[in-house]
């Protein structure tokens, strides 16, 4: 189901935490990347939707040129202020529909993490087509709850309360594992007529959480933001119930990847 893009504004609310709350990217994920692509520093990259610069900065560190579009004001600003070392990155508040590039601007990498899906799909393949160098590559990933076999049962004891506030999940539950799921964005970068799909990767991963530590993340999540707050207040009382019964107060959350990249036709 496509996401409501109404949402996507709702992240710049949670810009003062989104840097420690969300989770890195792995690593092997950026060297495959740079390898699939053979962008090597100083290429000038084009980021989709940066927020506070979860993505930016290990590029930045490898000595790319960036420029940076991002929607929230709040959010631009946070990244700014950790990119600020960084003279060759720019970050840019905007909309990526809306955003005027300089003419005759050309990029050899156009990338979003965990930024695609809210971008206008009537403009973002023929945008960031018009926008690459001949041969350059578009690259996108997200970070995604993984469902693996073994994944924690604090997830479908806290799904009940989900269900309840009427916020259960959408589809099956539980999701199927990770590598039992399709590339979700292949089938789009094939039928937008502008992209060839030349690598896709999965990566898995787990992180430990504390009660808090994971409420702050969900205070990240659009849908955990826009609810209401009697309803929140209510799940997040269930879920410090739940962990505080648990003898060292934390849960494991898995965490998906599926790096899609296309190259320009």
Not at 8 to 33: G, N, V, W
Not at 67 to 81: I, K, Q
Not at 128 to 147: E, F, I, R, S, Y
Not at 229 to 250: N, T, V
């Amino acid at each position: 189901m496509p996401p409501d893009r109404r949402l996507r504004a709702t992240f710049d609310r949670a810009a003062a935490i989104y840097q420690e709350a969300r989770p890195d990217y792995p690593a092997d994920l950026y060297s495959d990347l740079l390898a699939c692509t053979g962008v090597t520093p100083p290429a000038h990259l084009l980021e989709v939707g940066c927020g506070p610069g979860k993505a930016t900065l290990p590029l930045a560190r490898r000595g790319f040129r960036i420029t940076a579009v991002e929607l929230g004001e709040a959010l631009a600003a946070e990244a700014r202020r950790r990119l600020t070392a960084f003279d060759d990155v720019s970050v840019i508040t905007s909309s990526f529909e809306g955003w005027e590039p300089p003419e005759g601007a050309r990029f050899d990498l156009v990338y979003a993490a965990t930024a695609w899906k809210w971008v206008d799909p009537e403009v973002k393949y023929a945008k960031a087509a018009a926008l690459l160098a001949p041969g350059g590559h578009l690259a996108v990933w997200n970070a995604d709850h993984a469902m693996p076999v073994d994944f924690d049962p604090f997830f479908t004891e806290i799904q009940k309360v989900y269900v309840e506030i009427g916020e259960g999940h959408d589809g099956p539950w539980p999701s199927p594992p990770p590598e039992e799921q399709p590339d979700p964005m292949a089938d789009e970068f094939d039928a937008s007529g502008h992209f060839t799909v030349v690598r896709t990767k999965l990566y898995v991963w787990a992180l430990r959480y504390t009660a808090d530590e994971y409420l702050a993340l969900l205070d990240t999540f659009s849908g955990h933001i826009a609810m209401e707050p009697a309803k929140r207040d209510h799940l997040y009382q269930e879920i410090r119930r739940l962990l505080g019964a648990r003898p060292d107060g934390r849960l494991t959350r898995h965490w998906s990847a599926v790096l899609t990249v296309g190259r320009r036709l």
